[in-house]
């Protein structure tokens, strides 16, 4: 089992910047990606970006790209999510999610077995 914890949200305001983690612990593997998902009141679930947790290569949103810096830190079993000029409409809850999957599939909900809690993020105009 695989506990994913969230931490990094508060409030903040348009065009600031917010850094985000999620520490996983228990069975862990070298081949799980670690990916980034919010969900907006009302609104589904929608894929933000991942991470490989064996060679680093980063996948982010086609709507967010540019804003996002997804990094890893493996002695800490830690990925993190660098968020940069942040907009009203980047107000969701984030959640951290892991699972074994592919560089193809990566933004599909359903490639994840472990999720966190998630992380309240509010951006103020």
């Known amino acids: 089992q695989v506990q994913l914890v969230e931490s990094g949200g508060g409030l903040v305001q348009a065009g600031g910047s917010l850094s985000l983690s999620c520490a996983a612990s228990?069975?862990?593997?070298?081949?799980?990606?670690m990916a980034w998902f919010r969900q907006a009141p009302g609104k589904e679930r929608e894929f933000v970006g991942a991470?490989?947790?064996?060679?680093?290569?980063?996948y982010y949103a086609d709507s967010l790209k540019g804003r996002l810096t997804i990094s890893r830190d493996n002695t800490k079993n830690t990925v993190h999510l660098q968020m940069n000029r942040l907009k009203p409409e980047d107000t969701a809850v984030y959640y951290c999610?892991?699972?074994?999957?592919?560089?193809?599939?990566?933004?599909?909900?359903?490639?994840?077995?472990?999720w966190g809690q998630g992380t309240q993020v509010t951006v103020s105009s």
């Open positions: 228990g069975r862990t593997f070298r081949h799980y990606y």
């Open positions: 999610a892991a699972g074994v999957t592919s560089r193809l599939v990566v933004s599909r909900r359903r490639e994840y077995d472990y």
């Open positions: 991470i490989s947790w064996n060679d680093g290569n980063t």
